[in-house]
């Protein structure tokens, strides 16, 4: 609100200065830039965050295979990913001169924006959340759904064989793994009796259940769904060098390759805030006591972010690839069937037993 009253109130002061007048900015106006502000300094922070994320992703893999990681451009290697950055934004994008070039370039661009286009409801703390819409969680999963796209254009335009093959693997390996992701977003939703993610969070806090710990085979099958949507290993059937040398982003270099490694993450670290904030509170403490509630919520979700994101990269790390004929068994013999009767005993549970005792 006091971003929207310096909008208005920015031309008055600036013909005041030149010894002019003006007259307030109109609210329209002000609402939209101070949204724009606001959405700006998020994205640039998020970006920030997300080479760190990167980083540390490499310090585990490093860590695991017992060597020392990046170590080099800055301290610790601290300055690595930022190295790297520099690096894709100088060097030449290459296009296959039998590649679509509108829809090869357009792909990367879908990509990294429905995944950056994603945060809008995720909320940070209370009332820290840039659009607190009613209907967050559909928003979410509609957006998030979305992303498939990018790789299926990526591995048309590019007229190649390996790219293609990726690009329908991408296609069969994200739909099946949504189904499970979408009913064990209902059994939260039951739970909260909200698909505000801001309500949902707040709904941990004063239940009796306190966080949905007790949906933790709900939230299995939403870690490992979430590894299978994000194309990270052992579900990096999508990229699996050995068969398809990389997969649907082959043919690109440079920025565009970028664009695709940058949605990747962003994907990432998004399911990692969805795990903390459906299962584990979000930006509440683990106790509500103190000293614990005295810490400002967005580093409980941070903290917690911090801890899914290790948990991705340590199955990334010690976890042999899946065989996709395995991939797609475990979606739909595995993970649908049991997800499928969850809700209905969540249900259940809700209707017959919660109600009564609250």
Known sequence: ?????????????????????????????????????????????????????????????????????PN???????????????????????????????????????????????Y????????????????????LFAVSSLGVYGIIMGGWASNSKYPFLSALRSAAQMVSYEVSIGFVLITVLLFAGSLNLSDIVRAQAHGWYGFNIILTP????????????????????????SELVAG????????????????????????????SILFFGGWLPVWNIWPLNAIPGIFWLLGKVVFFFFCFAMVRSIVPRYRYDQLMRLGWKVFLPTSLVWVVLTAGWVLFVRGKVM
Request: no cysteine; charged share 10%; glycine share 6%.
């Open 1 to 69: 609100m006091a971003l929207i009253h310096f909008y208005q109130y920015l031309p008055v002061w600036l013909a005041h200065f030149f010894g002019l007048e003006a007259d307030p900015m109109g609210y329209g106006w002000a609402w939209f830039l101070s949204q724009a502000t606001l959405i700006l300094i998020f994205d640039v922070v998020l970006l920030v965050m997300i080479a760190f994320f990167l980083l540390f992703d490499r310090k585990i893999f490093a860590a695991v295979q017992m060597r020392r990681g």
């Open 72 to 118: 080099v451009v800055g301290a610790f290697g601290l300055l690595q990913s930022f190295a790297d950055l520099l690096k894709f934004a100088l060097k030449e994008s290459i296009i296959p001169a039998g590649a679509n070039r509108v829809i090869f370039i357009l792909a990367p661009l879908i990509t990294s924006t429905l995944a950056l286009a994603s």
């Open 120 to 139: 809008a409801v995720i909320p940070l703390d209370n009332g820290w959340v840039i659009s607190d819409i009613n209907v967050g969680i559909l928003y």
């Open 218 to 241: 709900m939230m299995v099958i939403f870690f490992v769904s979430a590894i299978a949507e994000t194309n990270r290993p052992p579900f990096d059937i999508v990229e699996a060098e």
């Open 248 to 275: 649907y982003f082959v043919e690109y270099s440079s920025t565009p390759f970028l664009l695709f490694f940058l949605g990747e993450f962003l994907n990432i670290v998004l399911m990692s805030a969805m795990l």
